[in-house]
């Protein structure tokens, strides 16, 4: 008899403990408006009238004081959630971690391509040349910053044609400073030219119709400008006929 008294009394004592500690129902601050949950970030309370309506955010997704739009809810990324370190089970679909937001690659050695997941439906992305996709923010940034470990590289890539970056190679531009970008004129078509990102991971371009491309300015232009392509245009048109 006085165990189970005393386990009651227990039971009400943690029960008052765990109100104490804020799982009590939520009482509005204002008879009016929206306001966070002060342990999960992604949960948040509408007030109308000094009534309390609990709302979650879509997954992925967590609650901003600062959005003034009537859309709350906002990339982890962009929010400061301090110590509302709680989130509702996540809701994985395919390559999607959760159902919004940015996620890497599933080979961790694969630091370049990522994921934008928008309600569980993903988006392969690509990150620039000499970037890494970091976690943390949700972008692209440089491989030190990232912190990525084990990548491969995409240095040495070659496009289907057999193009290649060259290896150490520096480009100067008329201004005496070393092009980041690149570009490389195509061996056969003047119509076609290659950039190579940060120096490293090829492209392929092509200008518009009726130009063609000066290695020497490493623009497009009108053919009469560039030497050895002049009459470019008169030759297809010839060989179509």
Not at 152 to 178: E, V, W
């Amino acid at each position: 008899m006085h165990k189970s008294i005393l386990l009651v009394a227990i039971l009400v004592v943690c029960g008052y403990a765990a109100n104490s500690n804020g799982y009590s129902k939520f009482v509005c601050p204002k008879d009016n408006g929206v306001f966070k949950d002060s342990y999960q970030c992604d949960k948040y309370y509408e007030c109308k009238d000094g009534h309390a309506s609990e709302k979650l955010c879509p997954d992925g997704l967590v609650f901003s004081t600062r959005r003034k739009s009537h859309k709350k809810c906002d990339l982890p990324s962009n929010v400061d959630c301090s110590d509302r370190k709680e989130l509702q089970p996540p809701k994985p679909s395919g390559v999607c971690l959760r159902q919004n937001g940015f996620f890497p690659h599933p080979d961790p050695t694969n630091c370049t391509i990522f994921y934008s997941c928008v309600e569980g439906r993903e988006t392969e992305m690509t990150c620039a040349a000499g970037l890494h996709f970091d976690s943390a923010t949700g972008t692209c940034n440089w491989a030190e910053t990232a912190g990525r470990t084990n990548c491969r590289s995409n240095a040495n890539k070659k496009l289907k044609d057999g193009f290649q970056c060259p290896a150490d190679f520096k480009q100067i531009n008329s201004n005496g400073q070393m092009v980041t970008h690149p570009n490389f004129p195509h061996p056969e078509d003047c119509t076609k030219f290659y950039i190579c990102l940060n120096g490293v991971e090829p492209r392929q371009g092509a200008c518009h119709a009726g130009m063609v491309y000066n290695k020497n300015t490493q623009r497009c232009e009108e053919p009469e400008s560039v030497p050895g392509c002049e009459n470019w245009y008169k030759h297809t048109v010839k060989s179509k006929h």
